[in-house]
Nanobody
Framework: QVQLVESGGGLVQAGGSLRLSCAAS????????MGWFRQAPGKERELVAAVSWSGLRPNYVDSVKGRFTLFRDNARNTMYLQMNSLKPEDTAVYYCAATIDSSTLLPARNYDYWGQGTQVTVSS
């Protein structure tokens, strides 16, 4: 079992920044591919960014490239999502998730463990 807890969401104006954190406990964090997903009302949960156990070459959805940065600290069992230049369309509940699979391109259904989510609201 892996337990995941997100934090750092909130309300921000368009153009602002937020940093999300995902703290993991349980099984060895460093063995898992980690991902950030988001789900807006009425929409499917979508992959925002994911990174393999090494932390190298994260994969990003096109809509956040150049604005969001994912990084992980295996020594602290923590993953982060730095979100800059936020837009109203980034408004969603953000979830962190873990999978033992090494691919960073997997959809939500392939992830085994999930956090409870944190709300991000970007006002225009």
């Amino acid at each position: 079992q892996v337990q995941l807890v997100e934090s750092g969401g909130g309300l921000v104006q368009a153009g602002g920044s937020l940093r999300l954190s995902c703290a993991a406990s349980g099984r060895i964090f460093s063995r898992y591919t980690m991902g950030w997903f988001r789900q807006a009302p009425g929409k499917e949960r979508e992959l925002v960014a994911a990174v393999s156990w090494s932390g190298l070459r994260p994969n990003y959805v096109d809509s956040v490239k150049g604005r969001f940065t994912l990084f992980r600290d295996n020594a602290r069992n923590t993953m982060y999502l730095q979100m800059n230049s936020l837009k109203p369309e980034d408004t969603a509940v953000y979830y962190c998730a873990a999978t033992i699979d090494s691919s960073t391109l997997l959809p939500a259904r392939n992830y085994d463990y999930w956090g409870q989510g944190t709300q991000v609201t970007v006002s225009s």
